[in-house]
């Protein structure tokens, strides 16, 4: 080591030496970054406290000792332990949006980002006539902080099955300063929630089937199996939210759905229902909203 830590002494023969290394042992990527470069500069700029979006001016910059060793170290552990890097840097974004994450949490990543910064249009005509929001399996709460950004005039109710999911949402959640806004609730789905009702309900559930399970990356390995995994088809909390949702909604309320590459599982499985698929910047086909009246449709 002593001879890699004199031999690299700037940023970019920091940043090439980690692309190098995380194409060679086969890094998978996939919670913030989609390629080996981008990762390695996001960690070195991290450790370095430096702008995540100011690389090149810094690039012929010679670190010190202490420096060098603490860029190695946090290269290692993403390599050794295949760690995520937002969990090696405490921190995920969504947008312009910061938070707090580790390994009680999954890390942020969520097509529902860009609906909610275009504020549900077209599908919400008013956003200021939303009062009342749920969150549903909130994680970090970081859908739920977006939701009170993009709905000012609403009470943000963010619900979690895990105790510990709920400490990171309850840090996030003080960080924005939304404690009087967004209301943290341990409950399995809405079983917490008797006598609510919503004008949206957003839902970002575990959808990874079992056989995804089985062939997870080792990143992946790390986040919480409890916010992945949901039975065979991956629809195991799915059938149960659009199941109750109904009466958790007002009038003409909205559930929305993310359910990732699973479209084609949705529709078989719920072939009554006419769902609408929303494309987003992130993706097509992976969120479907529907309305209050159209869940009438399930059969009881």
């Not at 700029?45 to 000792?65: G, I, K, Q, V, W």
């Not at 999954?106 to 749920?134: C, G, H, K, M, Q």
């Not at 949901?230 to 929305?256: C, F, M, S, T, Y």
């Not at 719920?270 to 449709?297: N, S, Y």
């Amino acid at each position: 080591m002593n001879e890699l830590i004199d031999e690299l002494l700037t940023v970019r023969d920091w940043l090439r030496y980690a692309v190098s290394r995380f194409n060679e042992v086969g890094l998978f990527f996939g919670h913030g970054c989609s390629n080996a470069y981008d990762e390695a500069a996001w960690l070195i700029l991290h450790t370095l406290h430096l702008p995540h979006d100011r690389l090149e001016p810094f690039l012929e910059a010679r670190l010190t000792r202490a420096e060098r060793l603490a860029v190695h170290h946090i290269l290692q552990q993403r390599i050794a332990r295949r760690l995520p890097a937002a969990y090696l840097t405490n921190e995920a974004w969504l947008g312009e949006f910061r938070f707090y994450v580790d390994e009680r949490v999954i890390v942020p990543r969520s097509y529902f980002a860009n609906l909610l910064e275009d504020e549900f249009a077209p599908w919400l005509e008013e956003p200021a006539s939303v009062t009342d929001a749920l969150d549903l399996c909130t994680g970090s709460a970081c859908l739920a902080i977006l939701m009170a950004h993009t709905f000012a005039n609403a009470q943000i109710d963010a619900v979690d099955i895990s105790p510990d999911a709920l400490a990171v949402a309850r840090r996030n959640v003080a960080d924005y300063d939304l404690a009087g806004q967004v209301n943290l609730i341990e409950s399995d789905l809405f079983e917490a929630l008797d006598g609510r009702r919503y004008d949206l309900i957003v839902a970002n559930p575990p959808y990874v089937t079992a056989a995804a399970m089985a062939a997870l990356p080792p990143e992946y390995r790390h986040e919480p199996a409890l916010a992945l995994a949901a039975g065979e088809d991956g629809l195991d909390i799915v059938r149960r939210i659009l199941g109750a949702a109904q009466k958790h909604l007002k009038p003409h309320g909205l559930l929305a759905v993310e359910i990732g590459h699973n479209r084609d599982l949705v529709e078989q499985a719920f072939p009554e229902i006419p769902l609408t698929w929303i494309d987003t910047a992130g993706g097509e086909g992976k969120i479907f909203i529907v309305q209050r009246e159209q869940l009438e449709q399930l059969p009881r």
